[in-house]
């Protein structure tokens, strides 16, 4: 395994193999497994048309020769940032056909984050899009390049001539001259047991975490998906979430449509009137969004123009959907079961199943996809709970990390002695065996099911020089779910308004979600009996203001 990465222990490993949860294929097997047996299925269909499980297969050889090409090698690890186009899953496999491992990062990353995971991994090649919802990728991949000197290589998306970039449409084309791919890339074909990639996960620390997924533990995730929601080939998700995050890419997503021999459509963005028309024209069955998605669906005047009947389900995850837009959900799209997909990056997958009791789907957030998923509900001594009690949820199985990426402090921190990961997810079992969940014992505030570490943002506006003290909170709105609110105090004679903090905070070149959207300046912050800065209080505070305003959304205040 990856050097750096913490592998399952041998006996479970055995246990695994044994059981039939894992089995010793990897990601490149099954792709070609389905080009053998059904060239001409689609797999991968956008607004440019289809592209059938041979094709895809035969442009994955041909970039990954050109990969080989640049110097890239097994086990070399580079960050892919591709938007919601058919590129990505094209690329996805080249890369995997040759063993070299993508950190799987998000469109709305930028030079700070980015620069961290080359840092981190000395990631040698960053592939990039070089225009994306209004900003130019090409200068940060420059400067990511300058400061890395282990980041060697630059591809981007579409064609071009600067000097030092490859150009992605130059090798999309089977024609072009190449050498025999299928020789070649025997010699480099991936352990099963190996890293496939890495996940991203938002932590509480203001360092984000890398998740590595191998072959055998992804392919379990997605196979159990399967099952749990009975897809077949006639399954279609539609990839509407950024297709890098966990739940588009194979929990189910991507990944869980391959194993099933369906097909996934693309989504460019998710704006309402994308979504629909995609919805529209390539007749997915699944879809998957976040709450915050769905409330956007639902208001949009754009819902009646297009015809959505040919989905199925329509799944939410990244944050809790609460009843009443699981109710709202099924009046507006009777044709279309709701459902729950209440995971994390880390391993373990909840969703509701489709014959679940309609009381369950409303009240629960569903259950372990997989028998060999072990939870427990545990108390702040780790001693497990009752049925009904709260408390935090841990969990190992097939396809759960033991670790994460070079972290081993944090590891110690993040999984109990015998190998249970400590989700930071506060949650009850129902008694008819479903999850319910309660919050987050972490300090994360999940936006629309992004998270943001409050630290981070915290010592970011502590280096502000008006800034003496600075506390971030999640304050409750009605769409994202929750909003970042910032409640600082300052230097003596200072003033500050939410927009100069805004301004302060996008010269650090983080991901734009991240910036606070509401600014309160206080005398001083509330003390709790250890001494800490209490957010219960600050909590309390901004949610209580909220409704005196007779507002249930944050807005930005200067």
């Not at 399967?226 to 006639?234: E, M, P």
């Amino acid at each position: 395994m990856l050097e750096h990465c913490t592998p399952w222990p041998e006996s479970f490993a055995t246990q695994y193999l044994r059981q039939g949860y894992w089995k010793t294929e990897s990601l490149v097997d099954v792709l070609e497994a389905r080009a053998g047996a059904a060239p001409d299925r689609v797999f991968v269909s956008d607004l440019r048309g289809n592209l059938n499980y041979g094709k895809i297969d035969r442009l994955a050889n041909h970039i990954a020769m050109h990969l080989l090409g640049l110097g890239l090698k097994r086990r070399d690890i580079v960050l892919l940032q591709f938007p919601n186009v058919r590129e990505f899953v094209i690329v996805f496999f080249a890369l995997q056909k040759i063993g070299v491992i993508p950190v799987m990062c998000l469109p709305h990353h930028r030079a700070r984050e980015l620069s961290y995971f080359a840092e981190l991994t000395g990631a040698s090649a960053y592939l990039f899009p070089q225009q994306h919802r209004n900003f130019d990728y090409l200068p940060m991949a420059r400067e990511l390049q300058a400061a890395n000197p282990n980041l060697r290589h630059l591809v981007a998306l579409g064609d071009g001539t600067e000097p030092g970039i490859a150009y992605l449409d130059e090798w999309m084309t089977e024609d072009a001259p190449v050498r025999e791919p299928t020789r070649e890339l025997a010699a480099h074909r991936p352990d099963p047991f190996e890293v496939a990639f890495m996940l991203l996960s938002g932590g509480t620390t203001g360092v984000p975490k890398l998740i590595p997924r191998t072959h055998v533990d992804y392919l379990c995730n997605a196979s159990e998906c399967v099952r749990a929601l009975r897809w077949d080939a006639n399954t279609a998700f539609l990839v509407a979430l950024p297709a890098a995050h966990n739940f588009p890419l194979g929990a189910p997503g991507m990944l869980a449509a391959l194993v099933a021999g369906g097909r996934v459509a693309m989504s460019a963005s998710t704006e309402a009137e994308t979504i629909f028309e995609a919805v529209e024209r390539q007749q997915p069955t699944f879809l998957g969004v976040t709450p915050a998605l769905l409330i956007s669906l639902l208001n949009s005047p754009l819902r009646e123009k297009y015809r959505l009947d040919s989905l199925r389900h329509i799944y939410a995850g990244g944050q809790k959907m609460l009843p009443e837009l699981v109710e709202q959900t099924r009046k507006a799209w009777p044709f279309a079961s709701p459902g729950h997909a209440f995971g994390m990056a880390e391993g373990l997958t909840n969703l509701s199943r489709p014959d679940d009791p309609w009381c369950d789907i409303v009240e629960t957030q569903g259950r372990p996809v997989s028998a060999a998923d072990e939870i427990r509900i545990v108390g702040d001594s780790d001693e497990s709970l009752p049925v009904g009690a709260v408390g935090e949820l841990i969990t190992r199985g097939p396809y759960t990390i033991r670790g994460y990426y070079k972290s081993d402090t944090y590891n110690r921190q993040a999984f109990t002695g015998d190998g249970f990961y400590r989700t930071g997810d506060m949650v009850r079992l129902h008694p008819r065996g479903n999850l319910v969940v309660e919050g987050r014992k972490k300090d994360v505030i999940n936006r629309g099911g992004e998270k943001i570490s409050a630290e981070e943002i915290e010592n970011l506006i502590l280096g502000h020089e008006k800034v003496h003290m600075a506390a971030v909170v999640a304050m409750p709105d009605a769409v994202m779910g929750e909003r970042s609110c910032a409640f600082v105090t300052l230097r003596s004679g200072k003033s500050l308004t939410l927009t100069e903090l805004t301004a302060y905070l996008e010269k650090k070149q983080i991901a734009k979600f991240k910036l606070p959207e509401r600014l309160e300046v206080v005398d001083s912050l509330p003390l709790s009996g250890m001494g800490k800065v209490s957010k219960k209080d600050l909590r309390e505070v901004i949610a209580a203001k909220l409704e005196s305003e007779g507002m249930r959304a944050g807005s930005c205040r200067n």
